[in-house]
């Protein structure tokens, strides 16, 4: 293929039309992004080692970190995983379609591109209807990584995508934003007790409810060079923008008086700041005098950490191409629900990170 994307975009009566189109492609062997509920993903065909060598390329993706593989309906699960376990199926009538990837032992029809030569295989269902019906209509499980640059925030808009991957992938399907906003759940089913490996759409009470006991198998940080990490995904930096990030955590009135002070003390050497803050923590007094300059995204209220999840990538992008030096970001939001989701990723995101009490 040249190197133009082409952009299908779906304005309701040509879905059908465009799903083929892009099945076609992945049948062939091509790259397109699509929605899912969480993030655009940049899908191959999973079994196919030469599509899916494709998706590590236009990513520059090291080429250890695994793909989750999406599949449309439980036969194609038994494709290409084996030994699911019976606690397994509770929790996919729970959660699937929706944002929880499960490991299981692999098949050998999986190539090991796809699984970076690990005999497990992560495999989730999209809750997305262009996502199942593209998977539906390629006929073949297909694997898809976020559709960004690695280390970029994830794309939460085919505009994200286009900005990181125009000219380097045949297509993307262009449905509008996303509703979660922040990557699935990975939870790991091949251990006696499943171990969560990545914090996202469906929260660990979630979980809780459907298995007894969870191993905490994450962490917020990037891993050191060296450690032994579970997740090959644990290990690189993420989510960054360019520009230095700063990340305030504590209690609301204490993190509300230090971004304040940072505010302060940036603007007096001239520094110029972007804030990534709460509705409440823009709406302060202290506030008022930098959030009137410019230079801010609203992520919501900090008591609606659904909202907060499906604004914090889009804030990331936009304070990036301001023209600010820094941008101090907001971590008052509790870690209920899917608040771990967002704090794990504006953690993995920042520079340095200020607890305050
Ligand atoms: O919501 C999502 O999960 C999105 C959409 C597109 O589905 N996809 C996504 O993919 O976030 P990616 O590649 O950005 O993250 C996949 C994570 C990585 O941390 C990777 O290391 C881990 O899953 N992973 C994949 N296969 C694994 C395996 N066999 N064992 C352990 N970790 C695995
Ligand atoms: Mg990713």
Known sequence: MDNTTRIFRIEGVNSGEIITKAARIIQQGGTV?????????????????EAVRKIFKAKGRPLDNPLIVHIADIEQLEVI?????????????????????????????????????LDTVAV?????????????????????????????????????????????????????????????????????????????????????????????????????????????????????????LVLVMGNSSAVVDKISELAREYGDRNIRVGLLVTDETAGTDEMAGYVSKGGVFLLGSRYD??????????????????DVDVIIADGSMGIAGIGAAVLNRLKKAADELIEVH
């Open 33 to 49: 992004a699509f929605p899912t509920e969480t993030v655009y993903g940049l899908g191959a065909d999973a079994l196919n080692p």
């Open 81 to 117: 995983a084996s030994d699911v376990p019976g606690i397994a199926h509770a929790l996919m009538d729970a959660f699937w379609p929706g944002p929880l990837t499960m490991i299981f032992k692999r098949k050998d029809i999986v190539p090991d591109v796809t699984t970076c030569g």
């Open 124 to 244: 989730r269902m999209p809750d997305n209807p262009i996502a199942l019906g593209l998977i539906r209509e390629a006929g073949t499980p297909i694997a898809a990584p976020s559709a960004n640059i690695s280390g970029r925030p994830s794309p939460t808009t085919a505009e994200h995508v286009i900005s990181d991957l125009a000219g380097r992938i045949d297509a993307v399907i262009d449905g509008g934003a996303v509703r979660v906003g922040v990557e699935s759940t990975v939870l790991d089913m091949t251990p006696d007790i499943p171990v969560l490996l990545r914090p996202g759409g469906v929260s660990i009470d979630q979980i809780r409810e459907y298995v007894g006991d969870v191993v905490i198998g994450y962490t917020d940080r990037a891993a050191g060079a060296g450690e032994v990490v579970r997740s090959p995904g644990l290990k690189y930096t993420h989510y960054s923008p360019e520009t230095r």
């Open 305 to 322: 950490a659904s909202a907060i999840a499906s604004n914090l990538f889009a804030g990331l992008r936009y304070l990036d191409m301001e």
